[in-house]
């Protein structure tokens, strides 16, 4: 009798946010069997209902409601199907909640990771993708690309449980053969697939300058509030790396690729390789929506730094992985999204 070898799937962890629905998508829609472990503290189950029709899946993606935190239920999850990878990116994600609240983001980002690392272990599961951020890096005075061996160091506890998750998954990877181990710095991921259907659905008012804007576009906030018009930028206001969330998921499933090729631990940076300031960012969302968006100038926000921008080459050559939406795009997807789910995904 031939014995039937169950298909492997990727378990995707935080599969219900905003950067892990889309890579679920993307994943779906390019044929992966994909698993998502997701403890719905940041998320709900509706995008993965959104992938299932936009990506034409006969069967319901299987949702794990589990906390990293909960061992014994992620060990079930991991009896119940069979993983060939691993792309984590379940976190806390905040800069300022995690100042007021350091123990509560290092436990739930750095406990859950060790403890998916040790089940990944358990049934030797040694393939893994890594959520990473371009806040390891120290602050560049004069606003170079960050390179991947550009210096480390940042200043907010949710920056370090990056760098220490990292640091973490390399000593994993060095101690024992057989890890694979892709860490992507994102830049700035914004925007929301092409169809309107899916995006970024804060569950309180937005930290971070799109979701922030594109309410105040909509008329749910009053106004945006510009931090800082003294940075040492072309017009004063901070210049950051803007990439659309699709861009990052095609780089995910670049990255799953990539671990075929058995290279042990690697860094990439994730972004476009060009930056816009606040000022830039407000011109062209208005382009987007017709519509002028009102702002005042505020003070700068405490830990901001004056330009953050990518350098993409390894990325382009060793991952083959470049950008290929505009900011027109990223604007004109994030207004689609805003004007068909004013509330997001609440119905
Ligand atoms: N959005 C950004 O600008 C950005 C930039 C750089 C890096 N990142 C990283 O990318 C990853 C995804 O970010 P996002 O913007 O999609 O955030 P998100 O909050 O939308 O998604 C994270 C998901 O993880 C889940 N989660 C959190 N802790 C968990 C736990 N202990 N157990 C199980 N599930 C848990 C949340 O419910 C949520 O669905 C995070 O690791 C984040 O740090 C994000
Ligand atoms: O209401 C707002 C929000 C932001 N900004 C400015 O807009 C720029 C971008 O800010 P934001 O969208 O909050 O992103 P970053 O501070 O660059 O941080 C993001 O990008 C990092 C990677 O570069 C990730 O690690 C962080 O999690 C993610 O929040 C900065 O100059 C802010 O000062 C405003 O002027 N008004």
Known sequence: MPVSIPPSHILVTGG???????????????????????????????????????AGLKDRIPLFKVDLADKDGLREVFRQYSFSSVIHFAALKSVGESAGKPLMYYRNNITGTLNLLDV?????VKNIVFSSSATVYKADPEGKPFCEDSELGCTNPYGRTKLFM?????????????????MLRYFNPTGAHESGTMGEDPMQIPNNLMPYMSQVAIGKLEKLHVFGTDYNTRDGTGLRDYIHVMDVAEAHVAALKRLRANQGYEVFNIG????????????????????????????????????????????????????????EQICADLWRWQTVNPNGYEQ
């Open 166 to 182: 990292e640091s973490i998954i390399q000593d994993v990877a060095n101690a024992e053969q057989g890890w694979n181990a892709i």
């Open 16 to 54: 219900t946010g905003f950067i892990g629905s889309h890579t679920v998508l993307e994943l779906a829609r390019q044929g992966y069997n994909v698993v998502v472990v997701d403890n719905l503290s940041n998320s709900c189950e509706e995008p993965l209902r959104r992938i299932e029709k936009l």
């Open 120 to 124: 990944m272990a358990e049934f030797g």
């Open 272 to 327: 476009s390789g060009s930056g816009q300031t606040v000022l830039e960012m407000i011109n062209a969302m208005s382009a987007a929506c017709g519509k002028k968006i009102p702002y005042s100038e505020d003070p700068r926000r405490s830990g901001d730094n004056d330009a953050v921008i990518c350098n993409p080459t390894k990325a382009a050559e060793m991952l083959g992985f470049r950008v290929t939406r505009s900011l």
